[in-house]
């Protein structure tokens, strides 16, 4: 039960023509990072991708359409930008699993050291 998404980290309009309609005010750069997550933990990965649209002719487009332009104004955007540090967050269950592990390690110690016994 593990499933990832991307949250929008910056969204940026460029000035760019667009490759499709030749429109220079449409162009929308958004950069997203990965979020994976399961019942034990929330993470935040270093994965980074980008999309491009333009809103003008509601095409997505694609790196292969890329300009030279197109592609140095990424490369600048891409160099500007601040991704969220790494993070795992842990949820509860796995903090119960953690606590439980640690009572029963501490209880088999205690047992085999002979300072508890039934
Ligand atoms: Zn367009």
Redesign the pocket.
């Known amino acids: 039960m593990s499933s990832s998404r991307y949250f929008t980290l910056k969204e940026t309009r460029i000035s760019n023509n ?1 490759p ?2 030749y ?1 220079n005010d ?1 162009i929308e750069l958004t950069f997203k990072q990965k979020l994976t997550e399961n019942s034990f933990y929330k993470a935040i990965t270093a994965d980074i991708i980008n999309e491009m649209q ?1 809103i ?2 509601n ?1 997505e487009i694609f790196p292969i359409q890329w300009t030279d332009d197109i592609e140095s104004v990424v490369e600048y955007q891409k160099r500007a930008l601040q991704p969220k540090p790494k993070s795992i967050k842990l949820k509860p269950l796995a903090w119960l699993i953690i606590i439980v592990d640690v009572l029963l390690l501490v209880g088999i110690i205690l047992f085999s050291t002979g300072v508890l016994s039934f």
């Open positions: 667009c499709e309609c429109s449409g333009c003008n002719c095409t």
